[in-house]
């Protein structure tokens, strides 16, 4: 489509009011950032076959371009226009979080995801960083912000939170870098703690909550990511993470289809530790520890909008503070933390199990602290 033409534009908007006069909630924008093209469609410059990346210089030919915020301010008025609180997401890959901010102004969509946090490797002066670049940035245009791990596009995170770089990045090659999936596991459960003790809105992609990793080895022959084909079969692609959810059984397809159904990618044996059945009334699986942290986070007054602070904390931990009475410490350093050194409170979730109220590496804990 040439999003230059108005035609085109016109037809998207008849698009939009199509499915709202059915009654949708909204609408997920896929590739918001690559609507508009520089009119003479110059040569990128350089040969890249990931084509995923946000962009890497000033006026990209084709991503992130000022001309596509013109296109949602006019899917905006249309939305607007209906009763309801409808929303709008963007997936908007871009180098900045002040650029992401652009696509949440008050007059384009409600919120976009927050890839920079999705690719931010474990690390603790890493992450705060990109944590409060985001908060500053979407507060800017009054917008809430957002945060994601995991997505169809990327490894999951349980396997980059295994590997001895843990950035996240496209799977357009399999990395070959060893995977320690427990210590994976183990960094995932703390990191989902953190991300729902921000302030602003989560996005979780399916399958996260059950702990499941990348399925780096599928035979070649079920691949589906176009990826597969246009590379010559040299780059593997996403179909890692797109493997079908294990919901019941001991043998795939775990309960997935009616009985009989072969699904388009198989799913690996070892997940039949990891079904919705297995883990449900399990208090120490992945599945249990997203219920209690979902639950907590709708009742607690001090989650979901609004601020934090940060609180002093011993060398590689993340301590800050939610009002009221809210407090959240994740430690990524590599030693114990003892619990004197953090505030003093009731245990409401943790990672894993506490052990005289010391917080081991790569683990999270929600405190109730007083108030007043």
């Known amino acids: 489509m040439n999003w230059a033409t108005p035609e085109v534009r016109a037809e998207f908007l008849d698009v939009l009011r199509f499915w709202l006069d059915r009654g949708v909630g909204g609408f997920r924008v896929d590739v918001a950032h690559g609507v508009a093209k520089h009119p003479d469609l110059p040569d990128l410059g350089v040969d890249r076959e990931d084509l995923t990346e946000p962009p890497d210089r000033a006026d ?31 997936e908007a890959w871009v180098d900045h979080p002040r650029r992401l901010a652009r696509y949440a ?12 946090f999705l690719r931010c490797s474990w690390h603790p002066d890493r992450l ?20 994601v791990l995991s997505n169809h596009d ?13 950035s996240g990045h496209g799977p357009r090659r399999e990395a070959t870098e060893p995977v320690d999936l427990g210590l994976g596991l183990r960094r995932a459960r703390a990191a989902v703690l953190l991300m729902l003790a921000l302030p602003g809105s989560a996005y979780l ?23 597969w084909e246009r590379s010559g079969h040299t780059v593997r692609g996403r179909d890692g993470c ?37 883990q449900t009334g399990d208090r120490h699986a992945m599945l249990e520890l997203y219920r209690a ?15 934090l602070r940060w609180l002093d904390a011993p060398p590689g931990v993340l301590l800050f503070a939610r009002e009221p009475g809210f407090r959240c410490a994740v430690n990524l350093g590599p030693a114990p933390v003892p ?24 683990a999270a804990v929600w405190l109730s602290t007083p108030t007043g």
């Not at 102004?105 to 920079?116: I, K, L």
């Not at 705060?128 to 945060?147: D, Q």
């Not at 990327?154 to 843990?166: A, F, I």
């Open 60 to 90: 990209h030919p084709h991503w992130d371009r000022d001309e596509v915020h013109e296109i949602y301010r006019e899917w905006r008025d249309v939305v607007d226009a209906y009763p309801g609180q409808l929303m709008f997401v963007a």
């Open 128 to 147: 705060r960083a990109i944590i409060e670049e985001s908060l500053r940035a979407l507060h800017a245009v009054g917008a809430p912000a957002t945060w």
């Open 105 to 116: 102004r008050p007059d384009e969509p409600h919120t976009a995801f927050n890839f920079d």
């Open 242 to 278: 797109r493997v079908p959810l294990p919901w019941a059984g001991d043998a795939p397809p775990f309960d997935f289809g009616p009985g009989g159904t072969v699904p388009w990618l198989p799913q690996p044996r070892e997940w039949k530790d990891h079904t919705v059945e297995a």
């Open 154 to 166: 990327v490894t999951r995170h349980v396997t980059r939170y295994g590997r001895r770089h843990t």
């Open 205 to 227: 992609y399916q399958g996260e909550e059950l702990g499941l990793w990348e399925v780096a080895d599928l035979p070649e022959e079920v691949l589906r990511d176009p990826t």
């Open 293 to 307: 942290a979902l639950r907590i986070r709708r009742e607690h007054p001090a989650l979901g909008a609004g601020t």
């Open 339 to 362: 619990g004197g050194a953090l505030p003093a409170g009731e245990v409401l979730l943790a990672s894993v199990p506490l052990v005289d109220d010391t917080l081991p590496p790569d």
